[in-house]
């Protein structure tokens, strides 16, 4: 060391200013050691105080850009906060150097500990700075469903309700009753009544023979090899999906099927029913009505009336008449189930508005089912080397309508 020079002990904790409020006791404490190494320094160098009052000034003069630049934007510019006038560390600072007690401690006129409240919003600043909220992204948590949600499902099928009977072959053949004149009668004629060797009544019968072919009714789509395997649920939900478009296709011919080409021949066919034409004046209910008489008067048991759904509706809000808000239906809050004259309805899409179909469904038709539903998995071509799976469903089956006298179609109202 030269002759001249001297060494100061550093004022190592001064510069350092925290917002955790815990800072203050290591501030003083470093500044308690700083004043005891100056007055051992000055009583050693008692000539050099001059120049030590320099250097004490050139450091308050240090001190007070610090304390400046916390107070403007140096704080803002070392946090990325908003304004550095109320940055925690600058506003804690500022509350310490105007403290009694804490300048009480620095000159050490208070001996012992000293306490020192800080309000907490010097801390924590503005609310809308210091908010944790979904939106800044931070905590933007996900929860995965498992699974793929498939789309709207119908619950009731009306091939369910007829009976369904297995076939070997791709063609059913059967015969039906088309006319029966019945003449039954007591034996016996003539005045005196003679009831033995006379001939007795004569009956007929026609029948007609029908061949209804069994289609198959199928469909595909394709899928990568890839997705599949990557999407654990995605072939089962292709699958299902495949399988509820056999359904809506089977429902649809079972009651418009015409018999054309690959159609089936539905109850709707031209031969198929009996028509129904209501009577003048009459609601849909009054149609429904007579239309199950007239199958009770054939000697069938009426146990199904098939609607569309809006029509339906339309019928549970017919009210009584005179202005009566009685519902005929049934109340609005009650179970009100979906039956009319004490039948089942089934609503269906598939049935055209204004008209409906009541009929015995025990006796009316049979479904002949050659093959049910199955879901297959292939190649096709090139989809091989283009990793394309083919995944097909069909079906093959078929309604006969074997009795049309009991199947009534036709309009609800005139």
């Not at 010097?122 to 210091?130: C, D, F």
């Not at 007609?208 to 089962?236: C, G, W, Y």
């Amino acid at each position: 060391m030269h002759a001249n020079s001297y060494m100061i002990p550093a004022p190592r904790g001064l510069i350092r200013v925290n917002a955790d409020g815990g800072i203050a006791a290591e501030v003083a404490a470093e500044i308690r050691n700083f004043k005891a190494n100056f007055e051992a320094w000055k009583q050693k160098h008692g000539d050099r105080v001059g120049t030590l009052e320099d250097k004490l000034t050139e450091a308050a003069a240090n001190l007070l850009d610090l304390e400046q630049r916390l107070a403007g934007g140096e704080h803002a510019r070392l946090t990325g906060r908003g304004s550095a006038g109320n940055a925690p560390a600058a506003v804690l600072a500022q509350h310490l150097i105007k403290n009694d007690g804490f300048q009480g401690v620095i000159g050490q006129k208070t001996s012992g500990n000293t306490r020192i409240e800080v309000d907490s919003a010097m801390l924590l600043g503005s609310v809308e700075a210091s908010t944790i909220r979904h939106d800044d992204g931070f905590f933007d948590t996900r929860e995965l469903q498992p699974g793929v949600v498939e789309g709207v499902k119908r619950r009731t099928w009306l091939r369910n309700r007829f009976p369904t009977l297995p076939t070997q072959g791709g063609t059913v053949e059967y015969h039906r009753e088309l006319v029966f004149t019945n003449n039954a009668a007591p034996q016996g004629s003539g005045s005196p009544f003679i009831h033995e060797g006379v001939a007795k009544a004569e009956s007929a019968i026609t029948y007609e023979a029908v061949e209804e072919k069994i289609p198959t009714i199928a469909h595909f789509i394709k899928a990568s090899k890839q997705i599949l395997a990557d999407v654990n649920s995605l072939r089962m939900t292709l699958s299902n999906r495949l399988l509820y478009g056999l359904e809506l296709a089977i429902e649809s011919q079972i009651i418009t099927g015409q018999g054309t080409g690959a159609n089936m021949s539905g109850l709707t066919k031209s031969g198929n029913f009996t028509a129904f034409t209501p009577s003048s004046g009459d609601s849909a209910l009054d149609s429904i009505n007579r239309a199950l008489g007239a199958i009770e008067t054939a000697d069938g048991v009426p146990s199904l009336v098939i609607l569309h759904p809006l029509d339906f509706r339309a019928a549970q809000r017919i009210k009584a008449s005179g202005g009566s808000e009685e519902y005929l239906f049934g109340s609005p809050s009650g179970a009100n189930g979906a039956n009319v004259w004490n039948t089942p309805i089934h609503t269906t899409p598939a049935m055209t508005q204004g008209k409906f179909i009541a009929l015995d469904v025990q006796q009316a038709a049979v479904i002949y089912e050659r093959m049910n539903a199955v879901v297959d998995a292939g190649w096709v071509d090139s989809d091989f080397t283009a990793n394309l799976l083919t995944l097909l469903a069909e079906i093959r089956l078929t309604i006969a309508v074997q009795r049309p006298t009991m199947v009534r179609y036709g309009d609800l109202t005139l």
